[in-house]
């Protein structure tokens, strides 16, 4: 066989190895690990609140499909379905918090109302509350 | 005084009111589809539900982009290309049950009921009839249903290929644990 023809064998086995390695791995990706990853937004539980309350849309696309870091003080905790848990936030308003969904995993269990949190999740978007997703604590205070 | 005892009288009423009024920020829904490769699934508990006991009125609000599978691909597949999440960001059910008084509020019990009323999932709007609970507990009530729709009834486009691989409807869980309005 010639050399060139060779090679040519080689680097179709290369590419195609490396495309199904690809394939493999976008197919199987998981949803970032909000306790490592590095966040786009740091800020309180009541300014993103206001944000989202006086300007919508342009919260929306600030923050949306974010990671957000978020500090605030524990207004309720409320299991959700089997597997996650949600946790809310107080802000500024009476009506609306940041709610923050969780795996409900052990850890879950130590959080307190009146408790102040760091938090980090991708945001969804805005309903009556700010609502994150896959979320996991910075520092559990206290 | 006259208008301390007006302002009382109006308290009263809209006290009441709301003792009718029951929600929750926490509701779930979730779609199922099973297909040959893997099972379709998407969860979101940040559904936000309220119930009237006094007319049997219902309305649901959630974000598409609560809804979350395991698979980070599929996630972004369902946002991007099927319900186009950045144009349409959520979806409403406003209805209505349709047999309320078989249902006794003041007694603890399971009641079924038929909720009517109107779907708006991707901007499009259906007219949809189903089956569902209604659980009286201390303190709370709780609703739950399941039903079936159809994607191309809501103008979701999904490409011959992968709409070959799964059933023609979804199967969607509604649970709601409400609590009255008045507590919160």
């Known amino acids: 066989m010639k050399n060139w023809v ?10 195609a190895v490396g495309v199904v390695w ?5 197919f199987n990706l998981k949803h970032p690990d909000t306790s490592k ?6 800020v309180t539980a009541s300014t993103l609140q206001k944000e989202f309350e006086d300007n919508e849309a342009a919260a929306s696309s600030k923050y949306i499909n974010k990671i957000i ?24 308003s009476d009506i609306s918090a940041v709610i923050c969904t969780f795996k409900a995993t052990g850890d879950h269990l130590k959080f307190l109302t009146g408790e102040e949190i ?3 999740g991708e945001c969804s978007g805005f309903l009556m509350d700010v609502l994150l997703n896959n979320c996991a604590t910075v520092i559990n205070q206290k | 005084m006259k208008g301390l005892l007006l302002f009382t009288f109006f308290l009263n009423i809209i006290l009441a009111a709301n003792a009718q009024k029951f929600m929750t920020k926490n509701g779930f829904i979730s779609f199922y589809s099973h297909t040959p ?13 309220v119930l009237d006991i006094s007319t049997g009125e219902m309305v649901f609000q959630a974000l598409i982009k609560s809804f979350h599978f395991d698979r980070a691909l599929m996630e972004e597949h369902f946002n991007e290309n099927y319900m186009e999440s950045d144009k349409v960001p959520k979806s409403v059910f406003k209805g209505k049950i349709t047999n309320l008084a078989s249902v006794d509020f003041t007694k ?6 038929t909720v009517e ?12 009839s189903t089956k569902g609970t209604i659980e009286v507990i201390s303190g709370g009530i709780n609703a739950n249903s399941k039903f079936n729709i159809v994607p191309e009834d809501y103008k979701i486009v999904i490409p011959g290929v992968v709409r070959d691989k799964f059933d023609k409807s979804l199967a969607v869980t509604v649970t709601m644990k409400y609590t009255p309005i008045a507590n919160k």
């Open chain 1, 6 to 15: 060779k090679i040519a064998l080689i680097a179709v086995v290369f590419i």
């Open chain 1, 22 to 26: 690809f394939g493999l791995h976008e």
């Open chain 1, 37 to 42: 990853a590095k966040p786009d937004f740091v």
């Open chain 1, 69 to 92: 870091e978020v500090r605030g003080t524990i207004a309720s905790v409320t299991p959700a379905d089997s597997t996650h848990i949600n946790v809310s936030l107080k802000t500024g």
């Open chain 1, 118 to 120: 760091t938090l980090r």
């Open chain 2, 37 to 49: 490769m893997e099972d379709i699934k998407a969860d979101n508990n940040q559904v936000v539900g």
């Open chain 2, 108 to 113: 603890n019990g399971t009641y079924n009921v």
């Open chain 2, 117 to 128: 009323g109107d779907l708006t999932i991707h901007d499009v709007t259906n007219k949809i």
